[in-house]
């Protein structure tokens, strides 16, 4: 085996990637500042008990897991980052009152999420703490959408789904705690046979019920047929009432509504969202509420977030690559040496050509449109192509 190669899914990221990567980035972090979020780092690594406090089996099966050789206890690396904000909400910074966090990092997954994903993904997010309203699920939702936006996403389709009406369909029925993940299964892959193949185990009108939310997807149409359908279900008509509400105010381009699938991780337990490109297999945006994972952390904290994946986006996007002016190397003129530092000090590109420089080279990584010459004995930036 070649010494230089990677594990599987696993890349470095290039000039072209971690440059995307790295604008993406300071976009999030401006904006986030903007908003009130304060930024926090939680290691790559912990233990795995409080990595995988109040998650389900999905996380733990992506999680690498180690022995630390100081302690002898098991260590994970961090597949998601959001248990971890959770876990520095509820017992370092322990504030009353609401908390938004914002994080930037990279993850590790022992299982990509989809066969060309990598596995060290690099994402981007916010969580807010110490609110269960409305209000706080929709300041969440459209900054997550503000920040695609500001990335040059266009045509941003919302999916929006609500853990609430399937809960209130299956607490009618007791025998569905012993078979729920085979009924989450079925509605998250949408396979009515695996629903069927239940009949007996639970009530035939759970599976009924169960069938009709599988079908009942799409525009915001949804809602009102939901109302209709299930309105002896008050618990489903406060919930598509909220949602209404959220709709109203949301800034999406496109929203769709889905009950049956929960995208995201299992500890969610209200309103999940979440925003897929097309031809894109996994979601480039997922979120929602998760009020209890703060409980099982010892602090009972609702909370909603979001988190973003930098390389799907990045990879949607267009290329851009950045100007740079061309400058002569002169280590004896004063003149240039100022004029290249002025120009860098206004966040100008400034490349000094070396003898080895190839200027076919150079410019797959910069527009080279401009360079500094000497006019009448000024260094000045001209126009190195004229049209
Ligand atoms: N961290 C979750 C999304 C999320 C953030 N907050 C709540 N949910 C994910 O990557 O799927």
Request: net charge negative.
């Amino acid at each position: 085996m070649s010494v230089w190669l990677l594990p599987e899914n696993i890349a470095d990221m290039l000039p072209r990637e971690a440059r995307e990567i790295e604008r993406l980035r300071e976009t999030f972090l401006k904006l986030t500042k903007s908003h009130g979020c304060e930024m926090v780092k939680p290691p790559m690594i912990e233990y795995v008990d409080s990595l995988l406090t109040g998650t389900g089996n999905d996380l733990d099966l992506r999680t690498f897991k180690i022995v630390d050789q100081s302690s002898g206890k098991m260590l994970g690396f961090r597949a998601d980052m959001t248990p971890q904000i959770a876990r520095i909400d509820a017992h370092i910074l322990n504030r009353e009152g609401i908390s938004r966090l914002s994080y930037a990092g990279s993850l590790l997954h022992a299982r990509p999420l989809h066969p060309v994903a990598s596995r060290q993904p690099y994402v981007a997010g916010v969580e807010l703490f110490g609110s269960t309203s409305s209000a706080s699920d929709i300041e969440v939702l459209n900054l997550a959408l503000e920040c695609l936006k500001a990335f040059g996403l266009k045509d941003i389709h919302l999916d929006i789904g609500h853990v609430f009406v399937v809960k209130a369909i299956v607490e009618r029925d007791p025998n569905c705690e012993k078979v729920m993940p085979k009924i989450l299964y079925a509605l998250k892959h949408k396979d009515r046979s695996a629903l069927e193949e239940l009949s007996g185990v639970i009530e035939d009108s759970t599976i009924d019920a169960l069938r009709k939310i599988m079908r009942m997807f799409g525009g915001i149409e949804v809602l009102d047929e939901i109302e209709k359908e299930f309105s002896d279900y008050p618990l489903i008509l406060q919930t598509i009432e909220q949602l209404k509400w959220i709709a109203d105010r949301c800034i999406a381009d496109k929203l769709s509504f889905d009950f049956s699938d929960v995208h995201g991780y299992q500890y969610l337990t209200g309103i999940t969202f979440g925003v897929t490109i097309p031809q894109r297999y996994q979601a480039v945006l997922r979120g929602g509420r998760y009020d209890s994972i703060g409980a099982k952390f010892g602090r009972n904290r609702p909370a909603v977030g979001f988190t973003l994946y930098l390389r799907e986006i990045a990879q949607v996007l267009p290329t851009k690559r950045p100007y740079a002016v061309m400058a002569p190397w002169d280590d004896g003129d004063k003149a240039l040496n100022e004029a290249i530092r002025k120009l860098r000090e206004e966040d100008r590109i400034v490349v000094q050509i070396l003898p080895e420089d190839r200027i076919e080279s150079l410019e797959e990584s910069f527009r080279l449109d401009e360079e500094l010459i000497k006019e009448d004995g000024e260094w000045k930036v001209v126009r190195r192509y004229t049209k």
